[in-house]
């Protein structure tokens, strides 16, 4: 079965900062995808970036990057130049690209941007 | 273009009603999948429909049931509700099923709330 952490409930840091929201996952498939997305109050799931289990380079997309470890099962997302918008609930996802290939999401990370 | 549309956006029911959720997916995108959302928690996996069948079952009771019709729309319905089925039921749609870094998109939930 596959499994994701997210160990950091919450997190604050300063406008203009960079911020590192953590995840490890385990699966036992080989092929598989990692996403991040924002959940704002308004409920809605905002994707935010992907990586593939065979991807060569860290994903990234504007100020969004994935640290992608495969080794260390990590895929940590860092957000540069934090923004008071950026606050939200951030969730790590992976879908296994065998099965139902459903997303399992982590339990979400708070962050707090700071003025 | 639009994106994944929900209705309704709220819902009060009792415990022992019947309930049915839908959702219109982008443009295009042949896939939907529920989600759902318990306060304080990650998504959780329900269903997935692909071309008006079932890819893909989350372990929910039977209570839970859902189908996709032919211009992709799909409804989630669940009988008998419990007070633990308060939630945020999320649809997420993408073109194809489980096709290598295909992104799920999210629509904005339906907040259910069982008194």
């Known amino acids: 079965a596959q499994k994701i952490t997210q160990t950091q409930p919450g997190m604050f840091v300063q406008e203009k900062e960079a911020v590192t929201l953590d995840c490890t996952y385990d699966?036992?498939?080989?092929?598989?995808?990692l996403f991040w997305y924002k959940q704002p109050s308004s409920g809605e799931m905002i994707f935010l970036i992907y990586?593939?289990?065979?991807?060569?380079q860290n994903a990234t997309e504007g100020r969004y990057s994935l640290n992608f470890q495969k080794a260390r099962k990590s895929a940590n997302l860092v957000i540069s130049a934090s923004q008071l918008g950026d606050s939200a609930m951030y969730f790590c996802?992976?879908?296994?690209?065998?099965?139902?290939?459903?997303?399992?999401f982590g339990s979400g990370t708070r962050l707090q941007v700071q003025p | 273009d639009a994106g994944v549309t929900q209705s309704p956006t709220h819902l009060i029911k009792t415990r022992g009603q019947h309930v049915t959720l839908r959702c219109s997916p982008i443009?295009?995108?042949?896939?939907v999948s529920w989600y759902q959302q318990v306060l304080g928690q990650g998504p959780q996996f329900i269903f997935q429909?692909?071309?008006?069948?079932?890819?893909g079952r989350g372990n929910f009771p039977d209570r839970f049931s859902a189908r996709q019709f032919p211009n992709y729309s799909s409804e989630l319905n669940v009988n008998a509700l419990l007070l633990g089925d308060s939630a945020l039921y999320l649809c997420?749609?993408?073109?194809?099923?489980?096709?290598?870094?295909?992104?799920?998109?999210f629509g904005p939930g339906t907040r259910l709330l069982v008194l």
């Open positions: 997420a749609s993408r073109f194809l099923p489980g096709t290598g870094g295909e992104t799920q998109y």
């Open positions: 699966t036992s498939d080989p092929s598989y995808g």
């Open positions: 990586q593939g289990s065979y991807d060569q």
């Open positions: 996802a992976m879908r296994e690209n065998t099965g139902r290939r459903a997303l399992t």
């Open positions: 443009s295009g995108h042949k896939s």
């Open positions: 429909y692909y071309e008006k069948e079932e890819r």
